[in-house]
């Protein structure tokens, strides 16, 4: 018998629930979040998923629909958001060291050992904290495998009745989640999936459950699909990520959200860009020795000339140094750039990467040397505590009017910017 014992915690409507986190005044009111360049709907409470607007709906198509019904949206403030997950993720670590951080709102807990018969009042517990301790309401799921607490949470969300908190535990409340969910909401079951599986005649989660031909699942749906049907048979097949896998790409890319046509203003947002990827490099003790750039016009503007080029090189020693990457960056802009054209969109992306006391230097000199990390770390903790682009490289320049993202509706940085702290 299988007693592993795991809980899903989930962020209700996580950017949403961070922006009425300072403006109580949203409590009643439909809130969303809109992608960069405030384009789709990234985010949205269940007020506005009552007026029909979709998940990644553009916001110009239903801009008079959130005028009418007094509709709160924001740009993405994704500063403030991640500030606030690393307060909830703590706050969970208190209650278990045995986590996986799934996603910026999402985190499984193992809770095997707990006493089953007062595992739902220890999650309720679980959830007042959470609220409690960082404002941000939560559901929970619990099951015996990770797919099961996942359908588990969706019933939590779901039913008024459960309080936000779910168990899969008991026959009874294990059949009524199975029997409840569309097999397009069982976590792994991707759009594809589901029209094979409806055409198999599998419209829920129990039916996939009950299947009773295990060969012709793996044959069409492959080992994943045969380990989800384990999952929903409450035989645990997917572990417990404890330890949070390093990329092995970083890609930092924005479109702009005005047209650039100079090489200067093009320099600006790559440095940018470089020094967020690098950033991200550092966190996770990294260095890169590919680092490769993009540059493109606007595809959905027929009425300009189209030029789209990628550019790369592999660096004879691995770095994390931001100043190095952005020399290096600025190279491949050169070679690639041509006057004239209406630039929309850049990016920069870091390859080859390797854990940064593993890799091989060159012998040819080229790597960073405990001086270059020296200021790179001194960088990254000034920044850390006094805010994002406290201290950055001058190549990143001062002013982004010119070419950064459109965040008409942008909240304040009310966590990470001194300027921008809540006044009461």
């Known amino acids: 018998m299988n007693n592993r014992i795991f809980a899903l915690v989930d962020c209700n409507s996580f950017y949403c629930s961070c922006e009425r986190l300072f403006r109580p ?46 509709v709160a949206v924001f740009s993405a403030n994704f500063s403030l958001y991640t500030n606030l997950s690393d307060r909830v993720m703590s706050t969970l670590f208190d209650f278990t060291p045995n986590i996986e951080v799934y996603s910026v709102d999402e985190a499984f807990l193992d809770l095997s050992g707990f006493d089953e018969k007062t595992i739902l009042d220890y999650c ?70 589901t029209i094979k599986m409806n055409g198999l005649g599998i419209k829920k989660a129990k039916h996939l459950r009950d299947y009773r031909n295990d060969k012709l699942i ?7 699909g045969r380990m989800i049907q384990d999952e ?37 947002s790559i440095a940018c860009y470089a020094s967020l990827a690098c950033e991200k490099l550092r966190k996770q003790e990294s260095v890169c020795q ?20 990628v550019n790369s090189v592999r660096l004879d020693s ?37 854990d940064a006391d593993e890799h091989q230097v060159s012998l040819f000199g080229g790597y960073d040397s405990p001086e270059d990390l020296a200021i790179m770390r001194a960088m990254d903790r000034i920044n850390s505590r006094d805010g994002h682009e406290t201290l950055k490289i001058a190549a990143c320049g001062v002013n982004k009017e010119a070419w950064y993202m459109n965040q ?10 001194w300027n921008e702290l809540l006044k009461i």
């Open 25 to 70: 005044d949203l409590r009643n009111r439909p809130v969303g979040v809109l992608s960069n360049n405030d384009g789709c709907f990234v985010s949205r409470t269940n007020e506005l998923k009552a007026l029909g607007v979709k998940m990644g709906e553009p916001y110009f198509k239903v801009k008079d629909i959130c005028k009418k019904n007094n």
């Open 124 to 193: 309720r517990h679980i959830k007042e904290t959470v609220e409690r301790n960082t404002g941000i309401p939560v559901g929970i799921g619990v099951g015996r495998s990770k797919v099961m607490a996942k359908l588990a949470n969706r019933i939590a969300k779901k039913d008024a009745s459960s309080c936000g908190v779910y168990s899969t535990l008991t026959p009874m409340c294990r059949e009524y989640a199975l029997e409840s969910v569309d097999i397009e909401d069982v976590w792994g079951i991707g759009r594809q999936s």
């Open 218 to 224: 793996q044959n069409i749906f492959t080992k994943v």
């Open 232 to 268: 929903l048979r409450e035989i645990s097949c997917f572990p417990l990520n404890e330890e949070i896998p390093k990329k092995k790409e970083i890609i930092s890319s924005r479109t702009f959200g005005k047209p650039v046509y100079e090489l200067s203003l093009l320099r600006e």
């Open 290 to 309: 590919e680092v490769e750039i993009f540059i493109r016009t606007n595809p959905f503007k027929e009425s300009v000339e189209q030029y789209v080029r």
């Open 318 to 354: 691995a770095t994390c140094d931001t100043r190095k990457i952005i020399k290096v960056a600025w190279k491949l802009l050169d070679e690639i750039f041509i006057n004239g054209y209406e630039y929309k969109k850049a990016c920069v992306k870091l390859g080859r990467i390797q």
């Open 408 to 417: 008409v509706f942008k909240s304040p940085r009310y966590l990470t910017g």
